[in-house]
């Protein structure tokens, strides 16, 4: 009976052995498909979040700018027309 305690205890050591290395080799996998990814993120050459909502911000205010200019120059049309 004692035998087969440690045999038992010996396999539960063996298994938590085991477990800690997977662990080990899952977190050391994450960490290296991270790094490449990022590597291959910063080979194509993308624009951050920031970047492109600044850019974003920009491209409305000069949409809104040249709607105004628009309705400017039709307004000055309109006036040159009743003239």
């Not at 305690?5 to 085991?18: E, I």
């Amino acid at each position: 009976m004692q035998s087969q305690n440690t045999v038992f205890d010996d396999m539960a050591k063996l298994m938590t052995g085991a477990m800690g290395m997977a662990q080990g080799l899952q977190s050391e996998a994450k960490t290296f498909l991270r790094a490449q990814a990022d590597r291959v993120v910063a080979e194509m050459d993308l624009v951050s979040r920031e970047e492109f909502e600044a850019i974003k911000q920009l491209a409305a205010e000069a949409r809104a700018e040249a709607d105004a200019l628009r309705d400017r120059l039709d307004a000055l049309e309109r006036k040159l027309a009743g003239v």
